[in-house]
T-cell receptor, first 115, second 114 residues
Framework: QQQVKQSPQSLIVQKGGISIINCAYE??????FPWYQQFPGKGPALLIA?????SEKKEGRFTISFNKSAKQFSLHIMDSQPGDSATYFCAARGYSGAGSYQLTFGKGTKLSVIP | DADVTQTPRNRITKTGKRIMLECSQTKGHDRMYWYRQDPGLGLRLIYYSFDVKDINKGEISDGYSVSRQAQAKFSLSLESAIPNQTALYFCATSHTGQGFNEQFFGPGTRLTVL
């Protein structure tokens, strides 16, 4: 079974600090690695995504670092703010046949940024 | 803006009852998905559909069925609800195309089975 392992399960960071969430995968056929952000009472929303031929992608304060040889990728949130408090899911896209793809999600990390 | 709408938002029901969760979208996307979210387990795919005539099982389809009534509507049914189907259910949509196609999620339906 395809899996994406995410850690930590929860994270508390002080305002202005760096939040780091890690994910690992086994299936080398995964071809996209997105991160989703979910606020309480809302559905997940795409935050940032990376392809495996790129080692790093940055969008504002959010950066994905990708290590293809180690089969690991991580989300870094610089200058973390209380508004970043949310649950973050990493995911990986895999081909499931007949032209279709599926996302496999990690179990999520609940981030709390304290003032 | 409610591009992906789910009804009801909350539902409490009893074991053995039949339940239908509905999803509508105004994004014009052809692909629709149903996920289940449980604390500590992340999001797991129940069923997905790439057009009106296409229905595919996901990771955890047992105990569930779906119907794609139109391109914009995708409903999830629990024929005989059981307590371990208590969860948060999300509908999502995406379009077909090259590259990574973002999935857009609805606001979710919280289902409690007593």
């Amino acid at each position: 079974q395809q899996q994406v392992k995410q850690s930590p399960q929860s994270l508390i960071v002080q305002k202005g600090g760096i939040s780091i969430i890690n994910c690992a995968y086994e299936n080398t056929a995964f071809d996209y690695f997105p991160w989703y952000q979910q606020f309480p009472g809302k559905g997940p929303a795409l935050l940032i995504a990376i392809r495996p031929d790129v080692s790093e992608k940055k969008e504002g304060r959010f950066t994905i670092s990708f290590n293809k040889s180690a089969k690991q990728f991580s989300l870094h949130i610089m200058d973390s703010q209380p508004g970043d408090s949310a649950t973050y899911f990493c995911a990986a896209r895999g081909y499931s046949g007949a032209g279709s793809y599926q996302l496999t999600f990690g179990k999520g990390t609940k981030l709390s940024v304290i003032p | 803006d409610a591009d992906v709408t789910q009804t009801p938002r909350n539902r409490i029901t009893k074991t053995g009852k039949r339940i239908m969760l509905e999803c509508s979208q105004t994004k014009g996307h052809d692909r629709m998905y149903w996920y289940r979210q449980d604390p500590g387990l992340g999001l797991r795919l129940i069923y997905y559909s790439f057009d009106v005539k296409d229905i595919n099982k996901g990771e955890i389809s047992d105990g569930y069925s779906v119907s794609r009534q139109a391109q914009a509507k995708f409903s999830l049914s629990l024929e005989s609800a059981i307590p371990n189907q208590t969860a948060l259910y999300f509908c999502a949509t995406s379009h077909t195309g090259q590259g990574f196609n973002e999935q857009f999620f609805g606001p979710g339906t919280r289902l409690t089975v007593l």
